[in-house]
C-alpha cells in the first residue's frame, strides 16, 4: 500500500539561492538514497500556506518510521532547518474512495487539493457522494479526482482528495460552473466541516530531473 509523506515548509528570507541549491544537489538525492523518494515538489499558488510542499512516497510505514527516525534522516532535515522554517510533516494513506495506481511524478500539471473531516455519522453517505457525484462531475470538468488520502499522523482535516489540472486557468473555469458550485455546496452543508482548498503548481525541482532523466533513457 502506498504511503504519501509531505513536507510542508517556507524558505528562510535571505536564503532562497543557498536553499534551492541544497535541495537540488543535497536533500532531494538524499531522500531519494534512504528510501523515500520525491515524487512531486509544489508551492502554494493559492490557499494557505507553508508556501512549499515536498510530496515524497514510501511502501509500508514502518519503513518511513525506521528511516526518519535514524540519525542520517534527521541530520539532513537539521540542515534543511538552515534554510527554511515553519516546517511540518504528514503521513497519509489511501481512503479507498477511488481506484489508485502507484503515486508517480506528474510532470506539466497543476493540482488543486481538498481538505475536510467527514461529519461524524455520514461516512456512508459522503463515500457515495464522492463516487456517484464527484468523481464523474470533476472528471467531466476536466479537473479529475486523481487521489483520495486519509491523514494518520499529523495536525489538520483528516481528508485530502487529490485534484490534477492541465493548467491554472482549467481550474478557474472549472470553479465558475453551476456544477461546481453545487458540488461543494453539497459537500460543505451535508458531509464535511473544516473544509479548505489550495491549488499547487509545480516547483520545477522535481519534474525537471525527472523528465531529464526520462529523455536520456531514449538515447
Known amino acids: ?28 538525492p538524499n531522500m531519494y538514497r534512504m ?20 510530496v515524497s512516497t ?21 540542515r534543511l532547518h538552515q534554510y527554511v522554517w515553519k516546517y511540518s510533516n504528514k503521513v497519509y494513506v489511501p481512503s479507498g474512495r477511488i481506484q489508485e495506481g502507484p503515486y508517480r511524478v506528474q510532470a506539466g500539471v497543476v493540482k488543486f487539493n481538498h481538505y475536510y473531516n ?20 470533476l472528471a467531466e470538468l476536466k479537473i479529475p479526482m486523481t487521489g ?33 458550485r ?3 455546496k453539497q459537500l460543505k452543508n451535508k458531509y464535511a466541516t473544516d473544509y479548505s482548498s489550495r491549488v499547487l503548481a509545480p516547483t520545477g525541482r522535481v519534474e525537471v530531473p525527472y523528465l531529464v532523466d526520462q529523455m536520456l533513457k531514449n538515447f
Not at 118 to 137: D, N, S, T
Open 118 to 137: 467527514i461529519l461524524l455519522g455520514m461516512e456512508k453517505e459522503h463515500l457515495r457522494f464522492v463516487k456517484e457525484e464527484c468523481v464523474p462531475a
Open 182 to 184: 453545487k458540488l461543494l
Open 35 to 54: 528510501g523515500i523518494p520525491l515524487v512531486g515538489g509544489y508551492y502554494v499558488k493559492i490557499g494557505e500556506g507553508p508556501r512549499i510542499v515536498a
Open 1 to 28: 500500500m502506498p504511503i504519501l509523506f509531505t513536507q510542508h515548509w517556507d524558505v528562510r528570507p535571505g536564503k532562497y539561492d543557498e536553499y534551492v541549491s541544497f535541495v537540488s544537489t543535497d536533500y532531494n
Open 148 to 180: 483520495g488520502w486519509r491523514l494518520i499522523i499529523g495536525e489538520g482535516p483528516t481528508i485530502m482528495a487529490e485534484c490534477t489540472a492541465r493548467n491554472i486557468p482549467v481550474i478557474a473555469e472549472a470553479v465558475e460552473t453551476s456544477l461546481y
Open 58 to 78: 514510501v511502501d509500508e510505514t514502518d519503513n518511513l518510521r525506521r528511516t526518519i527516525s535514524s540519525s542520517e534522516y534527521q541530520a539532513l532535515v537539521s
